[in-house]
């Protein structure tokens, strides 16, 4: 136990007289070849970890010694084992915020109750800090649990791992099979009308989620006494307190209570896959849906993630035995900033070998990286949603992050554990703000403007339906070459056949009048050769229309319509494009450029630029000429580059096409060399990105800019 061995406050607890609770269990547990103590309080369902060393002297404890006395005699017979002075008052303070101690006397010391108080201070102060996630809870069904004990050692036994696998192995091929109806169902998935729906399926995947934590937790005999409600973002979510599964001796009983959750959403998400792809439009195809996509896409991203404290974390932190792995991972950076920063002698590192350090150092970057990203993110869909209370939440943010622990770091250094190095820790502190001022405020770093695009041939003729009809048959192949007059397409009106016939009966009865004037009637010869040549007009007009229903390729070159065959039997419109007759000579990229970003390149050259294409990502193509036209667009110049067409430029709804972007755009016509790298296989319409490098300019600058962007965009500041 660290500590040092004589503290100035250890006259306060040396009198008392304390031990731990009756109703305190002990079990020891085995981590990676290290001893643990677990100390379970039946009653409160609280739980305490120690070391051999600190339950070799807490298992000392009685009423019927003072600790001075108790630490004395440890002191004399293990010596080299013996925790400090400072680190009894931190442990003793630390299992009676716990509860887990008895005291002979009422406790009148003031180290403990300090700590104490400022222990629930912090608590108190974090629960304020998460208004945002918070727990309320309801009753105890832990009886109930007990009644249906057989049952659930029978859905929990061997025998449903065969039954989970075959479920969701079929789930899987069927969501396989329908991958592109999956993808273009999703763009419902927040519409108004299905909102209710998707909240009644979350609430009732999680409370089933729930019930498998506490299914497996009462398998291996623990207690579960709580079920309540847990309000994230508002959003009231049910919740079981499985905390009795941190005494399982096994690991990996820990492990399944972990995974329980997860195992249950996944297999009802195949369930809904199956029940989805077999069932037609409705509300049962409907709630199936939500099921499916909730309980695998948000099992994975929320549940899965091992950087969140929800189950993958705790399985993670049972899998490699280290418990508490977020604070130990916290303390490791802490560490590290203590010692190497500002320059602090005689620490430890929380990590007991080098396979720990690892694992500590890697989680803890990791967790904190991932945390900035959650916390910017959830904030700004309060913004988005509810801007007063995204304002509160961003400045709690802030104050957590930022002015917290900048208070923190200024009383550690004005206090007394760095008083033999308090020259050198304002120096380190210094030295970083320097480094930060000088990186973030001063020195350039590299800037790019990256835009989204599509591959366009310098020499391309559009072949549009000349009249409207049904597509009989796509004759040219895409990728095909073609010469001029080569049929590409046939199309067929129905309508246009009927009025031709129509019109060949209307000739023909005037053709027979006719003959009938020149011996009955000649007056009527001149009437009649008027309705004929008309009706010859007519049919020729009608037959020429027709002759445009075999559509021919205007020009010489390689045929592009990759979509056209798909659409074999569907009605076009007069002027709907079917495909480009390519010439392969040479290509430009022509890019949609975000209005937040077209003011950049007005007013920089960029230095360079280079375009590479999707799925050549390997391949980089160097711009000869960059060119933005002065004057905003909203037609896209391909579907592919909008939301539903896979792209990233947002359009809109009533839009069914996806060509019209949702935003104004400037485009961008970017010229490519004539002769392209031999890896690059260009293809008309391939989408891709084009870089350009600006000058650099230093990071807080960067910064400034896009957040002053972002809130002129989404909230007109």
């Known amino acids: 136990m660290a500590g040092s061995v004589f503290s100035d406050s250890w006259f306060r607890v040396a009198t008392m007289r304390v031990a731990l609770l009756p109703t305190v269990r002990v079990q020891r547990q085995r981590f990676r070849g290290r001893d643990w103590y677990v100390l379970e309080d039946s009653y409160t369902q609280r739980f305490f970890r120690l070391t051999p060393e600190a339950w070799a002297f807490v298992s000392r404890l009685t009423p019927e010694k003072t600790v001075e006395e108790t630490w004395n005699e440890f002191l004399e017979t293990h010596p080299q084992e013996a925790p400090g002075q400072d680190a009894v008052i931190q442990l003793l303070s630390q299992l009676h915020v716990s509860n887990l101690l008895y005291f002979r006397h009422q406790p009148d010391n003031d180290a403990i109750v300090e700590r104490v108080k400022r222990t ?4 108190l102060a974090g629960k304020a800090m998460s208004f945002l996630f918070f727990r309320v809870p309801l009753l105890d069904p832990n009886a109930w649990l007990d009644r249906i004990s057989p049952f659930i050692r029978f859905i929990t036994g061997p025998w449903m791992a065969a039954v989970w696998l075959a479920v969701v192995g079929m789930g899987c091929v069927t969501a396989f099979e329908h991958r592109q109806a999956l993808l273009d169902k999703s763009q419902g998935l927040l519409a108004l009308d299905n909102l209710p729906w998707l909240y009644v399926c979350l609430a009732l995947l999680k409370l089933l989620h729930e019930m498998g934590h506490a299914f497996v937790t009462k398998r291996y005999g623990g207690e579960v006494r709580t079920f309540g409600l847990m309000f994230l973002l508002f959003t009231p979510l049910p919740y079981v307190d499985a905390t009795a599964s941190w005494a399982f001796r096994n690991s990996w009983h820990r492990v399944y209570v972990g995974a329980a959750g997860m195992l249950v959403e996944f297999f009802l998400a195949a369930i809904g896959a199956m029940v989805w792809a077999s069932t037609g439009a409705g509300l049962v195809n409907s709630i199936a849906f ?9 099992s994975v991203i929320f549940n899965g993630n091992p950087l969140l404290r929800f189950d993958a974390y705790y399985m993670l932190s049972d899998a490699i035995e280290i418990p508490n792995l977020y604070q130990k991972a916290q303390k490791q950076w802490l560490y590290f900033g203590d010692r190497y920063v500002l320059g602090t002698p005689n620490l430890d590192s929380p990590a007991h070998d080098e396979r720990e350090w690892h694992w500590l150092t890697a989680y803890g970057a990791l967790s904190f990286c991932y945390l900035m990203v959650v916390t910017v993110g959830i904030s700004l869909f309060l913004l988005d949603q509810w801007f007063i209370l995204g304002v509160i939440a961003l400045t709690i943010t802030l104050a957590t992050k930022l002015a917290i622990p900048a208070w923190k770091l200024l009383q550690h250094l004005m206090g007394p554990a760095v008083s033999r ?27 790019s403007v990256r835009a989204q695009g599509i591959l366009q041939a310098d020499e391309s003729v559009t072949v549009y339906a000349p009249i409207e009809g049904a597509l009989v048959h796509a004759v040219a192949k895409n990728g095909q070459l073609v010469r001029a007059g080569d049929v590409v397409a046939e199309l067929r009106n129905p309508d246009l056949d009927q009025d031709i016939e129509v019109s060949k009966q209307a000739l023909r009865e005037v053709e027979a009048l006719f003959r009938q004037a020149m011996f009955k009637a000649p007056a009527q010869l001149p009437t009649l050769q008027q309705q004929q040549q008309a009706a010859l007009r007519r049919l020729v007009e009608l037959e020429a229309k027709r002759a445009q229903l075999t559509v021919r390729s205007p020009a010489a070159g390689e045929w592009v319509a990759p979509a056209l065959h798909e659409n074999e039997g569907t009605w076009l419109q007069r002027g709907q494009p079917l495909g480009e007759t390519v010439q392969r000579r040479g290509f430009r990229f022509i890019a949609v450029v975000p209005q937040e970003q077209a003011n950049e390149l007005f007013a920089q050259h960029p230095k360079e630029a280079s375009v590479k294409l999707n799925g050549q990502a390997d391949a980089s193509i160097a711009v000869t000429s960059l060119q933005i036209i002065p004057y905003q667009q909203q037609k896209l ?40 790298p031999a890896q690059v296989v260009p293809l008309e ?9 600006l000058p650099g300019e230093p990071l807080f600058w960067q910064g400034r800019r896009a957040l002053m962007q972002l809130m002129q965009k989404r909230y007109g500041l």
Do not use: C, H
């Open 290 to 298: 939500n099921v499916m996509v909730i309980g695998s896409v948000s």
């Open 421 to 447: 190095n308090r020259r050198r820790a304002w120096q380190g502190v210094l030295s970083v703000l320097v480094v930060v001022v000088v990186l973030g405020g001063w020195m350039p770093l590299p800037y």
């Open 637 to 676: 110049q391909s579907a592919a580059l909008g939301w539903l067409g896979g792209g990233e430029i947002a359009v809109k709804t009533d839009d069914r096409s996806g060509n019209t972007a949702a935003e104004s755009f400037f485009a961008l016509y970017v010229g490519l060399p004539k002769q392209l």
């Open 685 to 693: 319409g391939m989408s891709g990105q084009v870089r350009m490098e």
């Open 120 to 123: 629930r201070q912090r608590e």
